[in-house]
């Protein structure tokens, strides 16, 4: 199993842009799908993005194309989350996760076993 740790969240002003960072400890980063997620105090955890293992497909939630963009380096063991145009409803804690089957996009965080700590990202207006 891959440990995760996320990194790169702040207070932002809306309209400004924040990437994140999450790198990952464990041999099988290389061979794993990765994804962001978003959870606020009282909701579920929204999927916000994934990538497959060798970056070549992403997928998006609708609240956020066009904004945000993940990416990957695997020479790095690190998947990162650039956000750009910030917005308030955007604030919340941010957790990246892993996924042993590499080739799958997915949006349900219940299918994923390996989390980070998470990072928090708070927008003003």
């Known amino acids: 199993q891959v440990q995760l740790v996320e990194s790169g969240g702040g207070l932002m002003q809306a309209g400004s842009s924040l990437r994140l960072s999450c790198a990952a400890f464990g041999r099988t980063f290389s061979t794993s799908a990765m994804a962001w997620f978003r959870q606020v105090p009282g909701k579920e955890r929204e999927f916000v993005a994934a990538?497959?293992?060798?970056?070549?497909?992403?997928r998006y939630a609708d609240s956020v194309k066009g904004r945000f963009t993940i990416s990957r380096d695997n020479a790095k063991n690190t998947v990162y989350l650039q956000m750009n145009s910030l917005k308030p409803e955007d604030t919340a804690v941010y957790y990246c996760?892993?996924?042993?089957?590499?080739?799958?996009?997915?949006?349900?965080?219940?299918?994923?076993?390996?989390w980070g700590q998470g990072t928090q990202v708070t927008v003003s207006s």
């Open positions: 996760a892993a996924d042993r089957i590499g080739t799958r996009l997915e949006s349900s965080p219940e299918n994923l076993g390996s």
């Open positions: 990538i497959i293992w060798n970056g070549a497909s992403t």
